[in-house]
Structures are given as C-alpha cells and as structure tokens.
C-alpha cells in the first residue's frame, strides 16, 4: 500500500510551480515599490498567541488549529494565520524601535483543521502584510489599493467590498442592538448561531448558512452606531478611495473571522470560486499589538491573500501573464568525446546566467532533439564526433529552424560569448 498525502494536503507539481512563482514575483515587486520588507516567522507558535490574538469564541480557535502538547507539555500551535506570528516577532525584537513604521510582510503556509473544498485546503498559502504606527485613513486606502494592484498586475478580476467594524468606544451599543435583533429570531437560526448570539454577536453575521442569512437581512448596521471618530475614519478612508479611482462598495454586513479587527475592513471577491468567493481580505486591528503585551496605542492594519485561490483564478480567468519558461539552449552532445567537451561548457553557461540543458546518458540525437523540444529550448547545440573533427559545431535555432555552423576555435570563454550573443538577439 502506497502513502499517500494527508486529507487537505496537496502537493504543488512542477508544472504548477510556474504560476505560484509568478504570483510571488509579481506581489514582491509591488511590495518593494510600496516600500515593504520581508520577514520570516516560525510555523510552531504557543497556543497562548493565537488564542489571545483571534479570539477563543471564532471558529478558528474552536474547531479548526492544529494544537498539541510538544514533549515539555507545552501546548503548541501550527499557526492558522499570519499576523499573529509577524505581531509577535514585532514586539518580542522591539522593531518599533529600529524604526516608527514598520511596513512587514510574509508568505508561507498556514494550516486549518476544516472541510477540504475548492480554494481551502488544511494547508493552505498566504502572502501576509501588515503596517504598524500609523493610523491615518488615507494608509488604509493605500494598503487597499496595492492589493488591488497586485490583482491587476496579475491580470485578475475582483471586487472591493469595505466596512467599518467600529472600536471598543461604539461596538457596545451595537451589540446590545444585534442581540436584541437576534434574540427574537432565536428559534430561526442554526445551533451555532445560538450559541455565539451570546459569546460573540458579531461572529453571527459571517455564518455560511443561506437560512441563516435570510434572517440577517434586516440586522441592525454596525454603521448606525459608529462613534464620530470611527464615522469620520471611515468617511476619509472611502475618500481616500475616490482619489485612487478604486470602486468599491459598502457592505455594511461584513465582518471578519477574527476578532481583532478594528474600524476598516475590507475583502477582494470574487464569484468564480464558488462559496470561497474571498481572495483577499484584511483591516485595521489597533488594539492588539497591546492586546499580545506590546505597546499601548500602536495602530496596525494588514491583509491577506491565499494564493491557493490566485493560482486558481488565473487558471480559470485565462489571465495569460504567467510567463512561460524556456530552456536558452540546449547541448545535443553525441558520444563520450563530446560529452566531456561539452559538460564543462554547460557549466560556464550556466554560470553566465543562461538556462542550459543536457543530456547526460548519451542517447541518439532524436532523442535529444525530442528532450529539447519538451524543454522549449530556443536554440540547440549539436556536437558529436563529426563535428570535432571539424573543429566546428552546429547550432540550431528552434524557432525559425535555421542553422549555423560555428567555430569550436578559441577559448572556452569566447566560445560562450558568441552563444550568448547568438541567444540575446532572439530574446529582444
């Protein structure tokens, strides 16, 4: 009986490594141009912090982490989410004090115990980022657009759904009004829906039951309750998204699975995924650089994508930017003699910088010449016993099918010049 991977884990085949590495090209470049950095968390954390964090009464922390004893009885967590980790490392090395804003991000894996479906998998990827000390609305609108940047440069189509979850200051008298709302449909809505109508009102509103939601139509709007403050953050933030030509539309039903967030939310959706119609989300959360024993008063925001999703999308909305990779050349070398001239050639290219293939088992030039095809190499080198006598070798341009012959004369070096001369022409 063969292993196979677990339930909701999936490998990534090298034929679709391609567009992931494509999708983190692409978002890396545009996290440079917006002045972010990398870092890089561990995937083991204490329990302690994403408990804290999350929040005890979400789904997350309920059902779905991986938590264990480690051999000390520690409990231990596989981290379900990026912020938490980026938080931590935050306040633990003191980077407030490196430098007042920290613009962070971090792409890795993330594991939640749920039902495996199209777009969520157990283990899934996320590029993460977060920005912390500044809470100026206009800092929302600019995370918001470069995540709608990096979708356009992807080639992508989604759309922007924002709200404002409030602050501690206006979200009492809007919970009052939704467990009023919800205590008068008690008997019309799902078990768990019960349960947190209680412990985490606002919870209620993310429920995935239709039935449910039918009976939220008519909730209270947390953006009747809003303090003037939260009223006014909100206000410039929806402006701020006027300036950038960023459409959008308020959702005032829209919360987030973790009880963290503060003031602007938002979500990057999509209707081509079915049930898992977000493919990035975030918001503000200020209060929880405090809330994990950092600073008082730090303000953060942050969103996330998952690039299960995007691989998904781009194969489904034909985006067509994924570039496809292709061997410069190929060293068609035929008997031992050729081998060993060639081996060390292929080497020197590589170093150069050229994509150079080989093979190194001594088939027949057919079968070389069908290995070059399904690397899509542009240009093939053949050099057998003929051709060394020669002192001369062929090189065939895949595309055109024209052929050159070229002098095996000189060094090794000035031989490799003129290869990469030959390519270069082709690439411009």
């Known amino acids: 009986m063969t292993i196979q991977a677990l339930k909701g884990f999936k490998d990534i085949l090298p034929d679709e490594v391609g567009v992931w590495q494509h999708i983190e090209a692409t978002a890396r470049d545009i996290f440079q141009r917006f002045g972010f950095t990398e870092i890089r968390v561990p995937i083991l954390e204490k329990t302690e912090l994403f408990a804290r964090s999350i929040g005890e009464a979400t789904d997350i922390v309920e059902k779905e982490m991986y938590s264990f004893p480690d051999r000390n009885g520690d409990s231990v967590t596989m981290r379900p989410e990026g912020t938490a980790s980026v938080l931590r490392a935050f306040i633990e ?25 199209k777009g969520r998998l157990r283990q899934f990827h996320q590029m993460s980022v977060e920005v912390l000390g500044l809470d100026h609305p206009r800092l929302d609108a600019e995370l918001i657009a470069m995540a709608w940047l990096i979708l356009q440069e992807l080639g992508l189509t989604t759309s922007l759904q924002i709200n404002s979850l409030g602050c501690p200051a206006c979200r009492p008298g809007y919970k009052e009004a939704l467990v009023q709302f919800l205590a008068a449909r008690k008997e019309h809505i799902c078990e768990d829906c019960q349960r947190r109508s209680q412990s985490n009102p606002l919870r209620v509103l993310d429920c995935k039951s239709s039935h449910c939601q039918e009976q939220y139509v008519n909730a209270p709007s947390i953006l009747e309750h809003l303090c003037p403050g939260c009223a006014d953050h909100f206000s410039q933030a929806k402006a701020s998204l006027d300036l950038l030509a960023i459409p959008y539309a308020v959702n005032p039903f829209m919360v987030r699975g973790l009880d963290y967030y ?12 079915g049930a898992q119609s977000a493919v990035g989300a975030g918001g503000r959360y200020d209060g929880l650089v405090a809330q994990l024993g950092g600073a008082k008063n730090m303000p953060g925001i942050g969103f996330a994508m998952g690039m299960e999703r995007l691989a998904l999308l781009l194969g489904q909305q034909n985006a067509g930017s994924c570039p496809e990779t292709a061997t410069d050349l190929f060293v068609a ?10 081996f060390p050639l292929v080497h ?69 010049a003129m290869l990469i001369e030959a390519i270069a022409k082709t690439k411009q």
């Open 333 to 342: 070398a035929l008997g031992e003699e050729a081998a060993v001239r060639a």
């Open 93 to 117: 090395h003191g980077l407030q004090t490196r430098l007042p804003v920290q613009r962070l991000y971090t792409i890795g894996p993330m594991f939640r115990h749920e039902r495996p479906q």
């Open 262 to 273: 503060t003031r602007t939310t938002f979500e990057l959706v999509t209707d081509a995924l």
């Open 348 to 416: 020197l290219l590589r170093r150069k910088g050229l994509q150079v293939g080989m093979d190194l088992e001594g088939k027949s030039l057919k079968s070389q010449m069908k290995q070059a095809d399904r690397a899509k190499a542009r240009f093939v080198l053949i050099l057998g016993e003929e051709e060394l006598a020669k002192g001369e070798a062929m090189l065939r341009d895949m595309s055109s099918k024209e052929q050159q012959q070229v002098a095996l004369a000189g060094t090794e070096e000035a031989f490799c």
